[in-house]
């Protein structure tokens, strides 16, 4: 233990080690454990390195040249803190008080194992870890590169019993080692704003849970929420930070989901998967005027704010407990600020594909510890028509309707394609597709070409990449069970005289034998009424397919009763954040 001791000791300044009895031994160790940061963030590669500390309640934070002496970085702040003090001076002066004594230069010094740092030492080499700054009478233990937190929020709208994520971005750490502890206020807040602590009149909080995800209870309701993370990486520990909820809200009661989870309380075993493909409604669609007063007047206003359907796709997504999650409609922000963490949170990654020309696209997201992520392979698909050689005899075939060509070739439609490999069994590769095709209802020949170029490119891709890998197709593809798309698919031929080769009129017709690249697939789910529910519409667009050769359907969670989707008319609604249904199935994969 004296060895430790003496260890520990090499850390304080010299002055301090200047002892005369064991009291005094350890009260200096103590000192130690008490001294306040300095947190220096220093990477090879870039010219500068930050220092950053508070003194006497103001934070002080500067940039220098890491190939700067460090007496130059020590006069600088010296100077600085000289000229704060000055400024006091002045102030004092001209509220008529009596001004104190001129300021004297602060000294600062830097020591590293008891010895003070040479002035000529390069700033790249002089902050260590461990070292400890000497600003006058303060000091502080320096830690360079500690575990930080560049990004910290919490959702802007709370709802009890629906898990709370955080926004978390962390830097020389990982989120999965950092400590979190959650506070309930004992005095419920009358505001619904997030409140800042004052000091000095900070309220009492109680802690209650802790982890990286937390479930208010209905018993929280008008109380906020206060988060302590501190973050970590292994053994270091970094500045801890508080961040302050909004008064919690009453949830919508029972979901159009709750009865679903019932089937989906534990993870799909290995070798069965567990998939979602889910169109969770943009929020650049959602908040249009048409969305408010014509397609879903039914719905109350407030439950079409992205804040508040966030709450309820994200308990949903939660829910499952999926392994792979294809998501349709993602708007860019949703993915970074509140999907991507919240799903992380849960055991998830993602990647994203934006449309062309759009801020909303296709997001697939794969539980880690089952899958690991190969590669992508996403598409424009009408880029890809026109650029890739193997879509040749496909555009040849179209050029015989120059309208219906360009009507295609303005479309914005992109293809997501991921080939992950199995953690538990490295070698064993699925490939994941994700689409979400042209909208327009007599768009059926749009679509008939869109899946025609996507089934070639995704035939490429596995046998170029992935040969023997199974397809999981799924999306919202805007196609009845009786449209050609869906024929290509079960089928893999559409005939010359199929009527979705006129949908668009004359002008636009067009007809030709359409080949699928792959074998006949199957679709998951059979086809079911509707997986899309409007107040003036209602069908089957949603599909999850797959090859029935190397993959079998072992579940399929039944899809909310009529009853539960008319609850509140139609689709969306104060308990449902979409006006489409999440498929979700599991698939045993052939090992």
């Known amino acids: 233990m004296f060895n430790r001791l003496s260890a520990a000791l090499t850390l304080l300044p010299r002055r301090l080690l200047l002892i005369s009895s064991p009291r005094t031994l350890t009260g200096a160790c103590r000192l130690l454990g008490r001294m306040n940061p300095a947190v220096v963030r220093c990477l090879p590669g870039e010219p500068k390195l930050t220092i950053s500390f508070s003194l006497y309640g103001s934070h002080k934070h500067m940039m220098r040249d890491q190939d700067e002496p460090l007496g130059k970085a020590l006069a600088r702040i010296s100077h600085g803190l000289n000229k704060s003090q000055g400024k006091a001076k002045k102030s004092k002066k001209k509220k008529g008080e009596t001004p104190g004594e001129a300021p004297v230069l602060t000294a600062v010094k830097l020591y590293y194992n008891g010895e003070e740092v040479s002035g000529m030492s390069l700033n790249s080499e002089a902050w260590r870890d461990g070292a400890v700054l000497e600003v006058g009478d303060v000091e502080y233990s320096v830690r360079r590169n500690t575990p930080t937190l560049t990004n910290a929020e919490l959702p802007a709208s709370l709802l009890a019993e629906f898990p709370v994520c955080p926004n978390l971005e962390i830097e020389f750490g990982n989120l999965e080692d950092c400590e979190f502890t959650w506070y309930r206020e004992n005095a419920p807040n009358t505001s619904t704003e997030a409140a800042v602590e004052v000091e000095g009149q900070d309220s009492e909080w109680t802690q ?61 075993e290995w070798p069965s998967v567990r998939v979602v493909s889910y169109n969770i409604l943009a929020d650049t669609y959602a908040q249009t005027e048409l969305s408010k007063t014509v397609l879903y007047p039914y719905c109350a206003p407030y439950a079409l704010q992205l804040d508040y359907r966030q709450n ?207 074998p006949p697939l199957l679709s998951a789910y059979g086809q079911p009424a509707y997986t899309n529910y409007v107040g003036g519409f209602h069908g089957c667009l949603d599909y999850i397919f797959i090859q029935p050769d190397s993959m079998q359907v072992e579940q399929v969670i039944p899809l909310p009763s009529h009853q539960e989707v008319t609850t509140y008319e139609a689709l969306p609604s104060v308990a449902h954040p979409s006006d489409h249904i999440a498929l979700i199935c599991d698939l045993r994969w052939n090992p």
């Open 208 to 268: 209650v849970g802790c982890g990286r995800v937390h479930v208010p209870s209905i018993q929280d309701i008008g109380y906020r929420l206060k988060l302590r993370c501190t973050p970590k990486d292994g053994g270091r520990s970094g500045l801890p930070k508080e961040l302050l909820s909004t008064a919690i809200e009453a949830g919508p009661g029972v979901c159009t989901f709750d009865n679903r989870h019932a089937y989906t309380l534990k993870e799909a």
């Open 312 to 518: 309820l796709i994200k308990k949903e997504l939660a829910g499952y407990n999926a392994d792979i999650i294809c998501l349709q409609e993602v708007d860019k922000g949703v993915f970074v600020n509140s999907l991507t963490p919240a799903l992380d949170a849960f055991g998830l990654d993602g990647v994203f594909r934006t449309k062309d020309r759009q801020h909303e696209g296709l997001a697939t997201f794969y539980r880690r510890s089952k899958l690991k992520l190969l590669s992508s392979h996403n598409i424009s698909l009408s880029e890809a028509l026109t650029s890739d050689p193997i879509h040749s005899a496909l555009l040849e075939n179209l050029s015989a309707s120059t309208a219906l060509k360009q009507n295609i070739l303005k479309r914005s439609t992109v293809l997501q394609v991921s080939v992950l490999e199995d953690v538990t069994k490295p070698g064993r590769k699925v490939c994941v597709a994700n689409t979400h095709l042209y909208w327009l209802p007599k768009g059926g020949s749009i679509r008939l070409v869109q899946m025609g170029v996507a089934l070639q490119h995704l035939n490429h891709v596995i046998n170029e990449v992935a040969p023997g890998a199974p397809l999981i197709f799924c999306g919202d593809f805007n196609s009845h069970p009786d449209s050609g798309v869906f024929q290509l698919l079960s089928e893999a031929l559409v005939p010359l005289q199929h009527a979705d080769w006129s949908s668009l009129g004359p002008e636009e017709s067009c007809s030709m034998e359409l080949l699928s690249a792959l």
